[in-house]
T-cell receptor, first 115, second 114 residues
């Protein structure tokens, strides 16, 4: 069974630009979550989607948004990029509709560098 | 506000040693706790998931325990190998203001010397 895939793996953008990252979950998984990982803040939860609806959201500004498609694939968008947005963005998928019940499986991440 | 702490931040041990990694959380109202490993520049690999009603989980050389009342979990690695070198992260799932959230610890960077 294929794992979680993320594209692109590496990205370099300029301040003020916007970026879209993509995540394909494991087949059959309906929940997709996004995380930001930085050396200073560690791993922080961005948001979670289930059945095309955002169900949970972390404490990030509105510049960070996402969506999920009917095939469970998800995209994350960051508008008006800032230097501090440079990070590893990780996507995770899980089977169920409750974070409390199912393990999360992570993709390899997208390394975003903002210059 | 839930806070998750992992001690030590870094650990270096000779091959073959048994070792314990610690994870502490401030709010005992969690739904589950999951241990991950992360290799440099890569995503996270799930190791063990412990539901709030469970006390421990085992997989191969790994054993994780959970004590909700004291806000602690430990990951025990038996007979460590150089391939175990990685950063180990614990994450708890709790509910805040009606929403579920994963809160990650800061990680323990493990190096197993051959």
């Amino acid at each position: 069974k294929a794992g979680v895939t993320q594209t692109p793996r590496y990205l370099i953008k300029t301040r003020g630009q916007q970026v879209t990252l993509s995540c394909s979950p494991i087949s059959g998984h309906r929940s997709v979550s996004w995380y930001q990982q930085t050396p200073g803040q560690g791993l922080q939860f961005l948001f979670e989607y289930f059945s095309e609806t955002q169900r949970n959201k972390g404490n990030f500004p509105g510049r960070f948004s996402g969506r999920q498609f009917s095939n469970s694939r998800s995209e994350m968008n960051v508008s008006t990029l800032e230097l501090g947005d440079s990070a590893l963005y990780l996507c995770a998928s899980s089977l169920g509709d409750r974070l409390s019940s199912y393990e999360q499986y992570f993709g390899p991440g997208t390394r975003l560098t903002v210059t | 506000k839930q806070e998750v702490t992992q001690i030590p931040a870094a650990l270096s041990v000779p091959e073959g040693e048994n070792l314990v990694l610690n994870c502490s959380f401030t709010d005992s109202a969690i739904y589950n706790l999951q241990w991950f490993r992360q290799d440099p520049g890569k995503g996270l690999t799930s190791l063990l998931l412990i539901q709030s009603s469970q006390r421990e989980q085992t997989s191969g050389r790994l054993n994780a325990s959970l004590d909700k009342s004291s806000g602690r979990s430990t990951l025990y690695i038996a007979a460590s190998q150089p391939g175990d070198s990685a950063t180990y992260l614990c994450a708890v799932v709790g509910r805040t203001s009606g929403t579920y959230k994963y809160i990650f610890g800061t990680g323990t960077r493990l190096k197993v010397l051959a």
